[in-house]
């Protein structure tokens, strides 16, 4: 049985009409950045549980954590409501294996994701392991309007910090944004488009990538990857691609 501990909102940023951040206090086993849990409330008499991947470092408190408020999401409909101080469910003990540990050796790592699947990077960005592991690092996101690129802040701060060891673009479906590329991120890895932009190529010999978010978007970057002569990775059989599916 998951052991359940009693977590207290200590801020509850509302950023657009459907996206939120919870930072939240409480006592957590250690994880590992990239890492997930599970957050729930009782709800109707029901403990109500999803997988969350921690936006925080697993040094840095409050934990953090990054919601989208789906229309017929009986759990994140209700989080979004939470005041600080309210109690809410953390499972004790996180897992997962979207971990810097579990890439193998290469020189540049490419971090691509949709939506709140930003979260895990951003937690992983935070720590010192891969700036001193990779040379090149790469963080794509994608969303549908220009208020859901959240944490720009953050991105900010590390391209001042690390120049040009750092690359970040901005995906955004719905609107036409000057700096953005318009539409989905499979496309421009199948017409290589985005290294173009970037001005760095993704090779089997020097890159990895890490895929987190919209299965839609992990599914069919996965093929282009694949037709491209990358290939999934596994412990038994080491590989280029390493993915994290949302819902």
């Not at 049985?1 to 206090?25: C, Y």
């Not at 994701?113 to 963080?139: C, D, M, Q």
């Amino acid at each position: 049985m998951p052991q359940w501990v009693e977590g207290k909102i200590a801020e509850n940023i509302h950023w657009t009409s459907n996206l939120f951040t919870l930072k939240i206090d409480a006592e957590v086993d250690e994880f590992t950045a990239g890492q997930f849990t599970s957050v729930a409330l009782d709800i109707d008499g029901e403990r109500i549980a999803r997988p969350y991947s921690f936006l925080n470092p697993p040094d840095q408190r409050p934990l953090e954590f990054f919601f989208y408020t789906a229309i017929d999401g009986k759990l994140s409909n209700a989080l979004v409501q939470l005041k600080v101080g309210d109690s809410v469910w953390i499972k004790k003990q996180a897992t997962g294996f979207f971990v810097l540990n579990e890439i193998p050796p290469c020189k540049d790592i490419w971090m691509l994701g949709t939506g709140t699947g930003i979260a895990p990077y951003l937690s992983i960005l935070n720590t010192p392991h891969i700036w001193e592991r990779f040379e090149k690092i790469v963080l794509i996101h994608a969303v549908r309007t220009q208020a859901d690129l959240r944490y720009q802040e953050l991105i900010t701060h590390l391209k001042s910090k690390f120049q040009d060891r750092f690359f970040f673009q901005a995906f955004v479906s719905r609107e036409n944004i000057e700096g953005t590329f318009h539409g989905r991120i499979p496309a421009t890895l199948k017409d290589k488009s985005l290294e173009k932009e970037l001005g760095l190529d993704l090779t089997i010999e020097n890159s990895h990538i890490m895929l987190c978010g919209n299965p839609d978007m992990v599914k069919d970057s996965v093929e282009i990857l694949k037709s491209r002569g990358f290939s999934k990775h596994r412990r038994r059989k080491p590989g280029h691609i390493t993915v994290e599916n949302y819902w």
